[in-house]
C-alpha cells in the first residue's frame, strides 16, 4: 500500500514549518525575518513564501516583466518568485540578500529550475548594491522597507543601478496594520505619502498604485486580515 508521495511530503514540510514557527517568540521571529540564519532559516523560508505568495504575484503582475529584460530583486529569501519573474522570454535575474543561508538555498533554487544560466543569487546589502550602473530594467522589493530605517540611501542605490525609465515596484505593509504584529515591534515602519515622497526625492516618478488586502494566516502562525500597499514607479 501506498503511504506517501508528493501530497504527504507537502503536508509533513508544512507541519515542520509552522511547529517551527511557532516555537519563535516574537523578537526572535523579528530577527528571523530580518535576516533567516540558523536551524530555523529554511522554516522561516518556506513561512515567508506562504504568506507573501499573493503580495509577491500581485507585485510581479504590476512589475509587469518584458523580454530581454534584466531583473533586480531585493531581499527575495530563497528566491522563490523568482521563476514568475523569468516568464519573459530572455530575461535575466540577480537576487541580492543579506542572508548567506538565503543565497545558497536560492541558488540552488535556480539550479533545479534549470534557471542557473539566467539566474543567481548575490549576498550583498542594499545600502551597497554591487552592481554597476544603469544595469538593470526593473527592480523589485516585496516586505522589506521595514529594515531600511532611512529609506532614501536604498533608494538611491535603486535609482542608480536602474536605468532611465527603468520601473521599481515596492510592496509594503500598511503602517497602521503593521502596528497590529507583535513580532514588527523594532520594525521600520513607513507611511504611503512617506514612501512615495522619498521615491520622488531619489528620482523616480510614481505611476501606480495599489492596495493589496486578503484574509490569510500570518509568518506568526495567526490568521488576520492583511493590508499592503503597492507601488510602482519609474526612473526619471
Not at 152 to 174: K, Q, S
Not at 202 to 210: E, I, L
Request: charged share 20%; aromatic share 6%.
Amino acid at each position: 500500500m501506498v503511504t506517501g508521495g508528493p501530497a504527504a511530503a507537502t503536508s509533513e514540510s508544512y507541519r515542520r514549518t509552522t511547529m517551527t514557527m511557532t516555537m519563535l517568540d516574537a523578537s526572535s521571529l523579528a530577527a528571523q525575518l530580518r535576516q533567516p540564519h540558523g536551524d530555523a532559516a529554511l522554516a522561516v523560508a518556506d513561512s515567508m513564501n506562504r504568506s507573501n505568495s499573493a503580495l509577491n504575484r500581485a507585485a510581479i503582475g504590476l512589475l509587469a516583466i518584458s523580454a530581454g529584460e534584466r531583473i533586480l530583486e531585493i531581499g527575495p529569501g530563497n528566491a522563490a518568485f523568482a521563476p514568475e519573474l523569468l516568464r519573459a522570454v530572455d530575461s535575466q535575474y540577480l537576487g541580492i540578500e543579506w542572508s548567506l543561508t538565503m543565497v545558497e538555498a536560492g541558488n540552488q533554487r535556480l539550479a533545479a529550475a534549470g534557471l542557473a544560466d539566467r539566474a543567481a543569487m548575490r549576498h550583498g546589502d542594499a545600502h551597497a548594491l554591487p552592481i554597476s550602473d544603469a544595469s538593470m530594467d526593473a527592480a523589485l522589493a516585496v516586505n522589506t522597507l521595514y529594515f531600511w530605517p532611512n529609506l532614501a540611501p536604498v533608494l538611491d542605490e535603486l535609482a542608480r543601478v536602474l536605468r532611465r525609465g527603468g520601473r521599481l515596484c515596492l510592496a509594503f505593509g500598511d503602517a497602521s496594520f503593521m502596528r497590529s504584529l507583535p513580532f514588527a515591534a523594532d520594525f521600520q515602519l513607513h507611511e504611503l505619502d512617506a514612501v512615495e515622497l522619498a521615491l520622488r526625492v531619489s528620482g523616480f516618478r510614481v505611476s501606480a498604485w495599489r492596495s493589496h488586502r486578503e484574509t490569510a494566516t500570518g509568518n506568526d502562525g495567526q490568521a488576520r486580515e492583511k493590508h499592503f500597499h503597492l507601488l510602482l514607479a519609474q526612473r526619471r
